[in-house]
C-alpha cells in the first residue's frame, strides 16, 4: 500500500543536528536530577525528611542550570 501524499523537497524539514542531544545543558540536567533522585531516596529510605526537600530542591536547580544553558546557547538548537 503506498501513500498519497507526494512531497517536494522544499516542503521537507532541516535535517536534524548529529549531536543526538549530547550537549552540555543536557548533561547538566541529566546529571543533576540523578543526582536528586538518590538523594531523595535516600531521604525516603533512612527516613529523613530534610534530605528530601534537599533532593527535590536539587531538581529544581537543575531544571533551572539547564534551562539557562540552553537560553546561553550550550543546548540543542531548534530546528
Do not use: F
Amino acid at each position: 500500500m503506498s501513500s498519497s501524499v507526494k512531497l517536494s523537497p522544499q516542503d521537507l524539514p532541516e535535517a536534524a543536528p548529529h549531536n543526538h542531544g549530547r550537549t552540555l545543558a543536557a548533561w547538566v540536567t541529566n546529571v543533576g536530577l540523578v543526582l536528586a533522585a538518590l538523594v531523595a531516596s535516600l531521604g525516603i529510605g533512612i527516613p529523613q525528611i530534610s534530605l528530601v526537600w534537599v533532593g527535590a530542591a536539587l531538581a529544581v536547580v537543575s531544571l533551572a542550570a539547564g534551562g539557562a544553558l540552553k537560553a546561553l546557547g550550550h543546548g540543542q538548537t531548534a530546528s
